[in-house]
T-cell receptor
Framework: AQSVTQLGSHVSVSEGALVLLRCNYS??????LFWYVQYPNQGLQLLLK??????LVKGINGFEAEFKKSETSFHLTKPSAHMSDAAEYFC??????????FGAGTRLAVHP | EPEVTQTPSHQVTQMGQEVILRCVPI?????FYWYRQILGQKVEFLVS????????KSEIFDDQFSVERPDGSNFTLKIRSTKLEDSAMYFC???????????????FGSGTQLSVL
């Protein structure tokens, strides 16, 4: 069965600091992996996805993630946090017919 | 960017009552989904729907749940007799295609918060 684990339910960074949100996956087949973001009172929005092309994936709003098979990881990073990045971030692996299997989410707080 | 629209944003119902959650997927999309998120827990897949049939459903999606595309634009989730544990945020999503393992982007609505009293 496929699954993802997000380490850290809450992450707090200063504005301008590096953002690192961790995600590890489990999959018996080469996975398709996603990061979604949820801003307050909004739906889930796709940040980026890995579909077995380049291992370093660039997404919207300056975020990127690197697929590391040896570590079964797909961590999300952003070099410099902005106040507007405060949101909940979900890592997901695809199973079945576009069925997404989500992690528990990481709430990112950005303080001045 | 086109949006998936969900109504209502909040719904309160009494235990045992039927509730229908409504969604308008993006117009050229062919695959539709419902997910839910119980407070403090993971977003969970409920069901996927294509060509007026359920493609896949989770073990959560029991006989109390049903989905329907009653016309060319709406996609609904019905809970026949609500339980307290059905209280959750319900997200509708749609995608252009549903290729198995195709890595396709899902577009999510902003959710309906269902509270069962």
């Amino acid at each position: 069965a496929q699954s993802v684990t997000q380490l850290g339910s809450h992450v707090s960074v200063s504005e301008g600091a590096l953002v690192l949100l961790r995600c590890n996956y489990s999959s018996s087949v080469p996975p398709y992996l996603f990061w979604y973001v949820q801003y307050p009172n909004q739906g889930l929005q796709l940040l980026l996805k890995y579909t077995s092309a380049a291992t370093l994936v660039k997404g919207i709003n300056g975020f990127e993630a690197e697929f590391k098979k040896s570590e079964t990881s797909f961590h999300l990073t952003k070099p410099s946090a902005h106040m507007s990045d405060a949101a909940e971030y979900f890592c997901a692996v695809q199973g079945g017919y576009n069925k997404l299997i989500f992690g528990a989410g990481t709430r990112l707080a950005v303080h001045p | 960017e086109p949006e998936v629209t969900q109504t209502p944003s909040h719904q309160v119902t009494q235990m045992g009552q039927e509730v229908i959650l409504r969604c308008v997927p993006i117009s050229n999309h062919l695959y539709f989904y419902w997910y839910r998120q119980i407070l403090g827990q993971k977003v969970e897949f409920l069901v996927s729907f294509y060509n007026n049939e359920i493609s896949e459903k989770s073990e959560i999606f029991d006989d109390q749940f049903s989905v329907e595309r009653p016309d060319g634009s709406n996609f609904t989730l019905k809970i026949r007799s609500t339980k307290l544990e059905d209280s959750a945020m319900y997200f509708c999503a749609s995608s252009v295609l549903g290729v198995r393992g195709g890595g396709e982007k899902l577009f999510f609505g902003s959710g309906t918060q269902l509270s069962v009293l």
